[in-house]
């Protein structure tokens, strides 16, 4: 009961200061810029990348029409002049892309928006998203409740420069929610019910105690919500990877439960008797140290790796918010730090024992090291999960650890590559894989 007792607390203050961090935070301005839509758009001469693994392929047309894409019309060959009589006609609106690539737009399915401690105005983050390709992004979450639904509402009006937004949202939320805190299954259900009514798409899921989270997940998918989870390790022993996907979890964020998963000989991490969950320097120190905890290509992983592909279950791993633990320098010192990161979003960035991800104030080599080797495991299980027939995805979780919204989700696609993905798995990881993920929990392609 104590234990119970515990990591309900745990969680709630984790929600209370990630809702103080966001309180007051500027919805993105009425858009009073830019061109569109148009009822025909007609995308000339481009080279594309279809997201789905196959190979670029042009000089194509691309039509599009009431938002969506009518025709790919081959138009030639490679050093050869077009055949203009191949060309569809004159659109509403053309873009010249002879000699450059056209891809879908990417999903980054780990995001929020900020706060009036690092960027107070959604507009800085959206237009960084869009700069980098981001055209949809999974709020797990955007904001609070209502401030997300309404974003979402006003992006998909074109009342805003935003991507499309996907509203996951922590159970509890909620202005005018009366149920409480979410403690048992029977308030688990309400929530979920309530939020649904709201219109959220998805639950974004800790570690609850096993009954709380079937009843999350179970009433999720009643009312065609999707589930992702971050499964903290104040409850990662009882909800792990493995556990929470055989309750029907959609998506697993992060690497939490997942070498929980296929210790060897262990049950739970063995922490130094000092550790303190409190202290970041503790949290995210050791948790790197799971490298030698686990046997690459043993029975447990082979046999873990190939349930959760039964399972269905999308990983998204979102490497590019912990990569600063291999190389904290280099992070610190990415170029574009000096252009495009706001002064409030560096200070927050600072080594601090109070600012979440800024747990750098006793940061050592030996810490780097063990990262490196945590990263080496990591990447291995990805690239083996995906040549299985796994889905993975990508999203960032900037605005902490030195990365920088647009930029940090960028560095997930390099991130990938070095873990072995082709980059055209990267970009269906990117596109395809994210839309898949989305679209499941609707029963819609």
């Known amino acids: 009961m104590f234990l ?13 200061i990630a809702q103080t961090d966001r309180k007051g935070i500027a919805p993105g301005p009425d858009r009073a810029e830019g061109e569109g839509p148009f009822n025909r758009l ?18 194509v047309d691309i039509v599009i029409e009431g938002n969506r894409i009518s025709s790919i019309v081959g138009v030639g060959y490679p050093g050869v002049p077009i055949d203009d009589d191949r060309r569809p006609k004159e659109g509403d609106f053309e873009i010249d892309a002879h000699g450059s690539y056209v891809m879908p737009g990417f999903a980054d399915m ?90 959220i798409d998805g639950l974004k899921l800790g570690s609850y105690e096993p009954s ?22 104040t409850g990662v022993a009882r909800m792990n990877t493995i556990d929470a996907a055989r309750l029907g979890l959609g998506t697993q964020t992060h690497y939490y439960g997942l070498f929980e998963s296929m210790y060897e000989n262990n049950d739970v991490q063995p922490w130094p008797v000092d550790m303190n969950y409190a202290n970041e320097q503790h949290r995210f120190g050791q948790v790197a140290r799971q490298w030698k905890l686990v046997k690459p290509n043993g029975e447990k992983w082979e046999s873990l790796k190939k349930e959760l592909i039964e399972l269905d279950m999308t990983m998204d791993p979102t ?44 940061w050592t080599t030996h810490d780097e090291v063990a990262w490196k080797k945590f990263y080496q495991i990591w ?67």
């Open 4 to 16: 119970r007792r515990l990591s309900i607390l745990l969680f709630i203050f984790s929600l209370l």
């Open 42 to 59: 007609v995308i000339r001469g481009a080279t594309v990348i279809d997201g789905a693994g196959g190979p670029p392929r042009g000089p």
């Open 110 to 199: 780990h995001v929020h928006a900020g706060s009036v401690q690092k960027a107070p105005e959604t507009e800085y983050v959206y237009k960084l998203w869009l700069a980098h390709g981001v055209t949809t992004v999974r709020g797990v979450g955007l904001g609070s409740l209502e401030f997300t639904l309404s974003e979402k509402e006003r992006s998909a009006k074109n009342e805003i420069t935003a991507p499309r937004i996907w509203a996951y949202q922590r159970a509890g939320q909620g202005k005018d929610w009366k149920g409480g805190p979410v403690r048992d299954a029977q308030t688990a259900r309400k929530w979920v019910k309530y939020a649904a009514k709201k219109g």
């Open 212 to 233: 709380v989270m079937a009843a999350l997940i179970d009433e999720a998918k009643k009312h065609k919500l999707g589930t992702t989870a971050h499964l903290g390790q």
């Open 319 to 362: 490497m590019t918010i912990y990569a600063a633990g291999r190389d904290v320098s280099k992070a610190r010192n990415d170029e574009w730090h000096d252009i495009y990161t706001l002064p409030s979003q560096w200070d927050y960035f600072a080594p601090s024992r109070r600012a979440h991800g800024a747990y750098w104030f006793d």
């Open 379 to 445: 990447m291995q299980f990805l690239n083996e999960y995906k040549n299985a027939g796994g889905r993975v995805t990508t999203g960032s979780d900037s605005g902490f650890i030195y990365k920088l919204y647009g930029f940090g989700y960028i560095e997930e696609l390099e991130l990938l590559q070095e873990a072995g993905f082709h980059p055209l798995e990267v970009i269906r990881a990117a596109t395809l894989h994210g839309a898949e993920t989305l679209h499941k929990p609707l029963g819609t392609p």
